[in-house]
């Protein structure tokens, strides 16, 4: 008797999305549905590890670089697959998510690279999932154009040599798609995104003189991105392109993940492009972790944590370290500043503070580094052009005075800067307006002249819980507690209301947003991601 045909992948619970039949073809969900029964079973496993690995952080309060892998980092012959072309000079790199304004915006900016991003600055609504797909595809047959219906402003690409290279940033391993299930199971996000993309793509990329060039995010392990490779490996010979096309650029942001950096770029060497240090989910890391590990480990406001802060120096100084040593591009953080229109000195202010970021980065040796507007790229351009004039990079830049202890990297108490009553209130206020466009669908979403996304709302929360849990007191004499907690939410709840009109606030998600993040940042028992309960409440 043979043995039963694999029941076929459904799409549950999803309304008709218009021309969704050019992504979510037969052959491109079989070959989603073979990524899942082939890989999930180790994904769980590794999601398991998470867990057991955060308890015993829990039980020592401290991180140390793996004995298990010193042979690795001992091994000074060992490099990274060499750069394509078309990601060698990585100097400016833009954020956003892929709705079709963005995508044509981002890849028109001026950058070298567009993340074009499906996880943090997207929220996973069917039609974000599935559109999004659909743009990139109508990118690279220059079948794209889009008409804002307010202004009636019209959007079109520039040539193809003028355009971004895109990298794709499908969803971390912690998220499943609600829509999609291979023999009754949710399928995780990240084959979803990475599947799609990969199936429909890679050929096509390769056409342009380009490949399927991936950001990994939320990466915890050397193992975790053992099975990306593996995942990597399979693909290229399921849809015939030659090993080595992929190219992944793994984000170092968590804890974790910066005792493991060579570890991570060993295990894909064959498939690296490089690494990068992303800011907010490494403090969000950093708080979940080390929630146990008493008042040495509790964060001031977030914005007094700046890339300058001893424990943030170490981080960042030895990812610069790592990647030149291994042939791969040092990729800096993101300047998240949105000017403004109407007011011209806060945008001299701001300006002149991302051109102190770029040039910090640039002279401390990192390859390139992000920003979220059109309007910064020239700025983060002139500080790597001052540093690299003609050179793609400068990756032979060693940075070997660069020393890094395994406790530099969690001297949290080395920053000279505390808790204040201003920072909880507004943890608060991005909180809520944060969520609240979540759930609208908005994963990047412009707040008090801040590009914020799924990282800021992680970081707000985790600070909340982590200052009432510690009995923070303020330098106004009160103490953070669920109560004041409460009654800062509930004063902004108010002010939002009072801002926008009845009619506007009643037609949003501000009541819902605003309890979302009150349970998140009061429930004894702390969520691993804030983005897993708000899922469940997310329509569409």
């Given at each position: ?26 052959a491109a969900l079989a070959f989603v549905a073979e990524l ?123 040539p193809a040599g003028e355009l971004a290279t895109v990298v ?351 349970t998140v940042a009061l429930d004894d028992d702390y969520a ?13």
């Amino acid at each position: 008797m043979s043995a039963p045909a694999p029941s076929p992948l459904a799409i549950v619970d999803a309304a008709p999305l218009p021309r969704q039949e050019e992504v979510l073809t037969d052959a491109a969900l079989a070959f989603v549905a073979e990524l899942h029964r082939r890989f999930s079973p180790r994904r769980a496993e590794l999601l398991a590890r998470r867990a057991e690995r955060r308890a015993e952080i829990a039980r020592t309060s401290t991180l140390d670089f793996l004995p298990e892998t010193a042979a690795i980092r001992a091994d000074d012959s060992w490099r990274v697959a060499p750069s394509p072309a078309a990601l060698n000079d990585r100097r400016v790199e833009i954020t956003g998510p892929t709705d079709r304004k963005m995508t044509i915006n981002a890849l028109n900016s001026g950058a070298k690279v567009w993340l074009a991003d499906f996880e943090d600055a997207s929220a996973p609504t069917w039609e974000n999932v599935v559109l999004g797909q659909l743009n990139l595809i109508d990118a690279y047959t220059r079948n794209i154009d889009f008409t804002d219906s307010g202004s009636g402003k019209s959007y079109a690409l520039r040539p193809a040599g003028e355009l971004a290279t895109v990298v794709m940033r499908p969803r971390g391993w912690h998220l499943d798609e609600r829509h999609v299930e291979v023999d009754g199971e949710q399928v995780p996000g990240a084959f979803v995104d990475f599947g799609l993309y990969f199936f429909h793509n890679a050929k096509r990329l390769l056409d342009l003189g380009k490949g399927p060039y991936f950001y990994l995010p939320k990466t915890e392990s050397y193992l975790e991105a053992r099975l990306w490779n593996d995942v990597f490996v399979f693909a290229q010979d399921y849809v015939g392109v030659p090993q080595g096309t992929v190219r992944a650029t793994v984000l170092i942001e968590t804890i974790t993940a910066a005792y493991e950096m060579e570890e991570i770029l060993y295990e894909l060497r064959d498939h690296a492009s490089g690494l990068n240090a992303g800011r907010w989910d490494y403090l969000f890391s950093i708080v979940k972790n080390f929630r146990d590990g008493g008042p040495r480990f509790v964060l001031p406001d977030r914005n007094a944590v700046t890339m300058t802060a001893p424990f943030m120096r170490a981080y960042t100084e030895l990812l610069v370290r790592t990647c030149h040593k291994r042939g791969a591009h040092a990729i800096g953080g993101m300047a998240a500043f949105i000017p403004s229109r109407r007011d011209p000195e806060v945008n001299k202010v701001a300006f002149e503070k991302v051109r102190a970021d770029k040039d910090r980065e640039a002279d401390d040796g990192f390859d390139g580094s992000w920003v979220a507007h059109p309007d910064l790229v020239p700025i983060a351009m002139e500080s790597f052009d001052r540093v690299l004039g003609d050179k793609p990079n400068q990756k032979d830049r060693l940075r070997e005075d660069v020393r890094v202890e395994a406790a530099d990297l969690i001297a949290v108490d080395s920053l000279d800067a505390k808790p204040t009553y201003p920072g909880l209130v507004n943890a608060v206020q991005v909180g809520i307006r944060y969520i609240e466009a979540w759930l609208r669908g908005l994963g990047a979403v412009a707040i008090f002249n801040l590009m914020e996304d799924a990282a800021t709302a992680e970081i707000s929360r985790s600070q909340i819980w982590q200052w009432i849990n510690a009995g923070v007191e303020f330098e106004n004499g009160e103490k953070a507690t669920p109560e004041l907690a409460r009654e800062i939410a509930a004063e902004e709840l108010g002010a939002i209301r009072k801002e926008i009109g009845e009619e506007a606030f009643a037609a949003g998600h501000w009541q819902q947003a605003h309890d979302l993040l009150l349970t998140v940042a009061l429930d004894d028992d702390y969520a691993d991601f804030l983005t897993l309960p708000a899922y469940r409440q997310l329509r569409g």
